[in-house]
């Protein structure tokens, strides 16, 4: 039997699973490769009393029990929220709600993974570079098993997130720029150190492997089919990458016929995908202009790893999907929807996935009853600063029921 291994997704070189990023050889992105003919559908199918992601061990690179760590990740509600569905469409709206994982997003998944490597390869502490989220996360879970943790994060970056992370006790430090720089430190101080650098974006082959277990998860509350249309934020993209390769093993194992039409969501304020992806290139340019947007958890220029959107895009293609761009006010406006009309409570970056149905509907992308997920990836306690309204003031009943006019 093959063990687990690492393999170039450029040139094919092949490595054992060590602390290691991208390939010697090439420079290209390393991906998990597991011995799928020694795993069956039970390994999906069938859970004992193990919760969350480490029920699909089987498919996540962790070798030994005592290196998992959990904060009860995974296991997220899946919603109908059919009331979202575009206009004259009948399709049905699902909402998986990432926001309730155990730091208040997604990137619970990839850095659970990525931390537990960690603690397999023998760290004293790990590395991150991050738009908020992924660095509250990486501090919990770095709290959780008692390694250090250095943060880089851009200025601009949610404060809600930045006092999660210190919080934690994080050793956070503000990298002036955008995200691209901050990733460049946390690159290099990991090859000085020798400490893993659990950044979400495609530089650590282990975080990735934990965004496989959302399509996992998707497939059994769908009551075992897949749906026909899944919508994601995308930064660099490892969580659509990632659950695109989800689904591709949930057909391997022949629990699925098809695989879902990928769609990835960015704003219109920083887009290398969607651009890309409009200009009809296979090669995903860096992002060079100034960024102003309410979703900063995917306003990554990719300076430096453009070979990230590429791979995104790429996999976009290969699923029958989509990438687009919305802008600010269609942001805010689909978090209003998601806030009002559902009751769901999100960050403006997770409210993409809702803009971007209409958008689906006008170019005919959603077909006549179709189920579409869309992952709300970041919880809106993490946003401070939509809080402009000022609720009014009473001093007592009388003055508070003319208010409220309870007869109208
Ligand atoms: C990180 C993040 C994303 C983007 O995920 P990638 O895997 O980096 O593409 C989307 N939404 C939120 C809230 C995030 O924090
Ligand atoms: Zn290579």
Redesign the pocket.
């Known amino acids: 039997m093959r063990e687990l291994f690492l393999r170039c997704r450029k040139c094919g070189s092949e490595y054992p699973m060590q602390n290691i990023y991208l390939c010697n050889a090439c420079q290209g992105i390393l991906e998990v490769q597991y011995n799928y003919s020694a795993v069956t559908q039970d390994s999906i199918m069938h859970h004992s009393h193990v919760r969350g992601i480490w029920r699909f061990h089987s498919f996540l690179p962790v070798l030994h029990d005592n290196n998992k760590v959990s904060l009860g990740e995974g296991d997220t509600p899946l919603i109908i929220a059919d009331n979202l569905a575009p206009l004259n469409s009948c399709c049905s709206i699902f909402l998986k709600l990432e926001s309730l994982n155990p730091s208040g997003?997604?990137?619970d998944r990839?850095v659970a993974v990525g931390v537990s490597k960690a603690k397999e390869f023998g760290a004293k502490g790990v590395l991150i570079a991050?738009?908020?989220?992924?660095s509250a996360s990486a501090a919990a879970y770095a709290a959780r098993v008692g390694m250090r943790c250095v943060v880089c994060i851009p200025q601009s970056t949610d404060i809600g997130k930045v006092s999660q992370a210190v919080s934690h006790g994080a050793e956070v430090v503000y990298v002036e720029g955008t995200f691209s720089n901050s990733f460049e430190i946390a690159k290099t101080a990991s090859q000085y150190c020798g400490w893993p650098n659990v950044s979400?974006?495609f530089i650590n082959p282990y975080t990735v492997e934990g965004?496989k277990t959302l399509a996992y998860e998707i497939y059994l509350q769908l009551n075992c089919v897949v749906p026909d249309i899944v919508i994601?934020?995308?930064?660099?993209?490892?969580?659509?990458v990632?659950m695109a390769k989800g689904f591709a093993e949930l057909k391997y194992l022949n629990l699925t016929k098809k695989i879902p039409r990928m769609v990835g969501v960015q704003s219109t304020q920083c887009a290398p995908i969607a651009e890309a992806y409009d200009q009809h290139i296979e090669q995903v340019q860096p992002w060079l202009k100034p960024i102003k947007t309410v979703a900063t958890?995917?306003a990554?220029p990719l300076v430096g790893y453009e070979d990230d959107g590429s791979l995104?895009l790429k996999t976009i293609i290969e699923t029958g999907g989509i990438a687009i761009a919305l802008s600010e006010e269609e942001i805010l406006a689909a978090n209003r929807k998601l806030h009002v009309q559902v009751g769901v409570y999100a960050?403006p970056?997770?409210a993409v996935a809702i803009g971007a149905l209409e958008r689906l509907a006008e170019v005919n992308l959603i077909g006549e009853s179709e189920t579409v997920v869309c992952i709300i990836?970041?919880h809106g306690l993490k946003y401070n600063s939509n809080i402009a309204y000022r609720p009014p003031v009473v001093s007592g009943f009388d003055e508070f029921v003319k208010m409220i006019k309870f007869d109208s």
């Open positions: 997003s997604f990137k990839p991050s738009s908020g989220n992924a979400t974006t965004d994601v934020p995308v930064g660099a993209g490892p969580l659509l990632g958890g995917i990554d995104t960050e970056t997770a990836t970041g």
